[in-house]
């Protein structure tokens, strides 16, 4: 997808529709709906890592993932898309800090489970990606009006599902204009809700002060205004154990840091649904991926042809 070879023009130009008020016996279908069984019924989630049972990507809904620069949020995110299309989910990359070409090769390791596939691994992943991911061909800042029309785009002429920004300081003039994000945020739980998206956006927390980064952040900690956390409708912090590495690259096997994980992922806010808590995970190198424990063997996706 590039921005200069689609005109999006007629989809900047949309604003929101007009609040209709109906009588609470015209949403006796949808009322229904929430009380149906749904064992059988297909659910976008996560599922190489403890987040399969604790966290469900519905329609219509707004995830900020966040954390401290460098703390992985965007490869963890890159897993979270992965696991989407293996389930056949239509998944847009807007990664404005990152090329195409290194955004695909994280997620190429991390299907494989290796840190060097082969050409025909490779040419596998390319074509096995038709019909399921796209990337939005663009680094830099992005402006709000166009990004809205990215995801607009996405969703109603290529029946899109899940469109992930990467990050929210590459759409926002200045991390001071509270402002601007606070429009931006409710701007995509608007569209999220319009067209059944599924909206992933990227975000840091401020500079840590006192233990520094050797605490996990949480939803108070996003850097810029108090209404990012206040209008999404999921919360998830990402958190590297950094002093962990720094004794494993030091080949100082101190037992009890190496027991710990690696990262820690957790759950802050979940509007529609009932989990909130942590979750402790392993990183493996060679694949890039997270992992549920140490013990946990990395064997490569089952990517399946469409």
């Known amino acids: 997808m590039i921005e200069d070879a689609t005109d999006f023009r007629a989809y900047m130009a949309r604003t929101e529709p007009a609040a ?3 009588k609470a016996a015209d949403f006796a279908e949808e009322l229904d709906a929430e009380f149906a069984p749904r064992s059988g019924s297909k659910k976008s989630r996560m599922f190489s890592t403890k987040l399969r049972d604790a966290i469900e990507f519905r329609p219509g809904e707004v995830t900020v993932w966040a954390g401290f620069n460098g703390h992985r949020k965007s490869m963890f995110t890159g897993q979270v898309a992965l696991d989407l299309c293996v389930q056949r989910e239509r998944a847009l990359l807007i990664s404005l800090e990152m090329l195409p070409g290194k955004t695909l090769a994280r997620m190429l390791r991390q299907s494989t489970a290796t840190d060097w596939p082969s050409r025909e691994q490779r040419d596998g992943f390319k074509d096995w990606t038709n019909g399921r991911l796209w990337l939005f061909d663009h680094i830099g800042r ?10 607009r785009y996405f969703a109603e002429e290529l029946h899109g599902r899940h469109v992930f920004i990467d990050s929210l300081m590459k759409v926002c003039q200045s991390e001071e204009s509270m402002d601007e994000q606070k429009q931006l945020v409710g701007d995509l739980c608007d569209v999220a809700e319009e067209t059944g998206l599924h909206v992933h956006l990227v975000a840091h927390c401020r500079k840590p002060g006192g233990a520094g980064e050797d605490n996990p952040p949480s939803k108070y900690d996003i850097r810029g205004s108090a209404s990012i956390s206040d209008q999404a ?3 998830i912090t990402v958190w590297q154990n950094k002093v962990k590495r720094a004794e494993r690259e030091k080949a100082n096997p101190d037992t009890d840091k190496m027991a710990k994980p690696d990262a820690l992922v957790t759950i802050e806010k979940q509007r529609n649904g009932e989990f909130e808590g942590r979750f402790g995970l392993w990183f493996h190198d060679a694949s890039l991926r ?3 424990d140490r013990m946990t063997a990395v064997e490569p996706y089952v990517l399946e042809a469409a």
Do not use: S
């Open 290 to 292: 997270f992992c549920d």
């Open 233 to 235: 409708h999921n919360i």
């Open 142 to 151: 992005l402006n709000p009006p166009l990004c809205l029309a990215v995801c």
């Open 20 to 22: 209709k008020v109906r």
